[in-house]
Every structure is written in C-alpha cells, then in structure tokens.
C-alpha cells in the first residue's frame, strides 16, 4: 500500500475513532496484497487498483460502523471478496461475523485471509442465503444482518428476515436511488444514515428492525 493510500485510511480511521489503527492498517495491507495477487489469476472483483480498493471496498464497508455494536452476531450476504464483513471485523474485533457468498472462489479467498490475518470468530461459507437447510440451522440467530449486494430491497428484506433476531437488524448499503422500501414486507425503516466516499461516491446505508 502506498503511503498516500495508508494515510487516506488512516485518516477514515481516526475520524471514526476506531481503536489500534496500527494494528489494522497493517491488516488491510495484507488483505489489499493478496485481494491484488488474487485477482491476477481469479476474478474478484472489478475493482484492481489500490486507491479504489481502499475507498470503494475498504472504506465503504466501514460507513455502516455507528449501526453495530461490539458483541454483535452478523451474517454478511453476498460478501464476494469479504465485503463489508472482513473490514468491519478488522475494526471491531469483538463482533463475530459469517460471510456467505454463492461462488467458491470467494469464499475460499475470504477463509485464506482469515487465516493469513488469524483472525477467530470470523468464517465464510459457500451458501445460498435462501438454503433452507441453513435458515433451519442459523434462523433467528443473528443481531445483525448487512449487505452490500445489488438487490432489490424486498429480495433482500426476504433473504434477511429468517436470520434476524426478533431485535435485531437489516443494514442495506445502497447508492443514491433506492427503490422498494415502501416493500419491505415485516421490516420497518427505523436509521439511514447518507454519506459521501472520498473522491465523490455517494452512499447511503439503510437501517431496518421487524414490524
């Protein structure tokens, strides 16, 4: 990572309070290194250069963090190269997070990190959010359930809820248009929170609890 990328999430870091910044710059540069090693031979993500891996991947997962507490059981759906749920693990040790994702080539670089970094309380599973066999295992087991995966609100209000605990919540990152709220069957909007990424990206993290 170039000192200016490292200073730019550096800077993220600091104005969101986050504690052992040290300890997690060192994080993201070996998460960066093998995500761009990776990403020579497996596609994972569009997204190749360092600045933009650090602002629209690294950054980005972070904007939801004022929404999730420290103990906090999260499921991640869709996490493709461990987005948001690795980054938000970095940063907050203390939640424990499953990341699911349909394509094995994720999951499998996702667990590689997680073992490069030893992290513990963290795993990636090549799962469909709609297996019934895993919503009969992990339904209602969950505080939180976050997403940035494109889609359609109510598809993702849908996927969500079996997961949910009866106090728990739905983060939905979007970009500026949202469409579908008005149709999230058993989810009330209860937080938003409307951000801008460095470099212009406008972001908006939708906050739902059950009706």
Request: net charge positive.
């Amino acid at each position: 990572m170039t000192p200016a990328h490292r200073e730019l999430l550096q800077a993220f870091l600091r104005q969101n309070n986050i504690d052992g910044i040290d300890s997690c710059l060192h994080d993201f540069e070996l998460y960066m290194n093998e995500l761009v090693r990776w990403n020579k031979v497996v596609n994972l993500t569009a997204i190749k250069n360092e600045k933009d891996i650090v602002i629209k991947h690294f950054i980005d997962s972070l904007t939801p963090m004022k929404f999730i507490g420290g103990g906090d059981f999260i499921l991640d759906i869709g996490s493709g190269a461990g987005f948001p749920g690795l980054p938000i693990k970095i940063v907050k040790s203390t939640v424990r997070v499953v990341m699911i994702d349909s394509r094995l080539k994720k999951v499998n670089f996702i667990n590689n990190i997680i073992g490069i970094l030893n992290i513990k309380g963290a795993v990636a599973l090549h799962q469909r959010a709609e297996a019934k066999d895993f919503q009969d295992i992990m339904g209602n087991s969950f505080d939180v359930v976050i997403s940035r995966a494109s889609l359609p609100l109510p598809e993702l209000a849908e996927l969500s809820m079996p997961y949910m605990k009866d106090n728990g919540k739905l983060i939905a990152m979007k970009a500026k248009i949202v469409e579908g709220i008005d149709e999230m069957k058993g989810l009330k909007q209860t937080d938003e929170l409307r951000t801008t990424l460095p470099g212009g990206s406008f972001r908006k993290i939708l906050v739902f609890g059950k009706a």
